[in-house]
């Protein structure tokens, strides 16, 4: 792709336009892990419902707390029938009283969403001392409210939210401490649902620690590409007319983002 007027790229003309004709609301804010440079942003501060989302503030606390030695990641503990509710998963499927470790727990609520092992994590870390964590990151519009599929909770007013801004903030710091959170880079790498901004790109021909967040007409995805440059991509939407709207839109912004960064023409 060409440089046009004005310093902009076409990949970012054409984002704009897609964002233009959606039927919905969406955040995006792309940045270039080496430089800093911010490389699009809309809406980047815009509260959205965090799905799944809020597991990735779970996972910082989590390495934070592993590495203080306050948690041993080696540890197992067996899932609490409390703790095993539906949604996203496996964990409730597998054999009871199955002493899975503390990291084994991470890894389920990462690469499939496992609602049961963020609850576990949550009852491990406590609420309290995760949205400490997400406030000492500067993150001011995150809240950790509930855990996952407390529908009661939700009556009463309690919820998960964030930004695209707030996510940045979690992957700036993934980023820039490997010496702590490198196994929680890995573990991102290992995501299983990639049907949003990497849905329609070889997996193969690339590193993608993300993690993604779904309801009735919301989809996310959050994470780092690793392609030439390491880019930082928050694709938040909400208020969608179809699930395939979103799903279609998040497959073409990780195409153009992917083209310009990975192949891009001398």
Aim: overall charge negative; hydrophobic content about 40%; glycine content about 8%.
């Amino acid at each position: 792709m060409k440089m046009i007027g004005g310093g902009q790229y076409m990949w970012t003309e054409q984002v704009g336009e897609l964002i233009a004709q959606t039927e919905g609301q969406v955040g995006l804010l792309v940045k270039n892990m080496l430089s800093g440079e911010i490389l699009f942003s809309h809406n980047a501060d815009l509260v959205f419902p965090a799905c799944s989302i809020i597991k990735l503030p779970i996972l910082l606390t989590l390495m934070d707390e592993a590495t203080a030695g306050r948690v041993d990641l080696a540890q197992t503990a067996p899932l609490a029938a409390r703790e095993a509710v539906g949604g996203c998963g496996l964990i409730r499927h597998l054999s009871k009283n199955l002493p899975l470790s503390y990291r084994d727990y991470a890894v389920f609520m990462i690469a499939v969403s496992d609602n049961g092992a963020a609850n576990k994590l949550i009852s491990l870390l406590g609420m309290e001392r995760i949205n400490a964590r997400i406030q000492e990151l500067g993150m001011k519009d995150t809240v950790l409210g509930r855990k996952m599929m407390d529908f009661e909770a939700k009556k009463q007013g309690r919820d998960n939210f964030t930004t695209c801004q707030d996510m940045c903030a979690v992957f700036d710091r993934f980023y820039s401490r490997p010496d702590v959170y490198g196994d929680a880079l890995h573990i991102l790498k290992q995501q299983q649902i990639n049907n949003l901004l990497s849905g329609v790109l070889d997996l193969d021909a690339f590193e993608f620690a993300h993690k993604t967040g779904d309801l009735p007409r919301i989809r996310h995805d959050i994470g780092i590409m690793y392609l030439k440059e390491p880019v930082f991509i928050a694709f938040m939407s909400k208020e969608l007319r179809t699930e395939t709207q979103g799903h279609r839109l998040a497959n073409e912004i990780g195409a153009l983002l992917y083209e310009y960064y990975q192949n891009p023409e001398e």
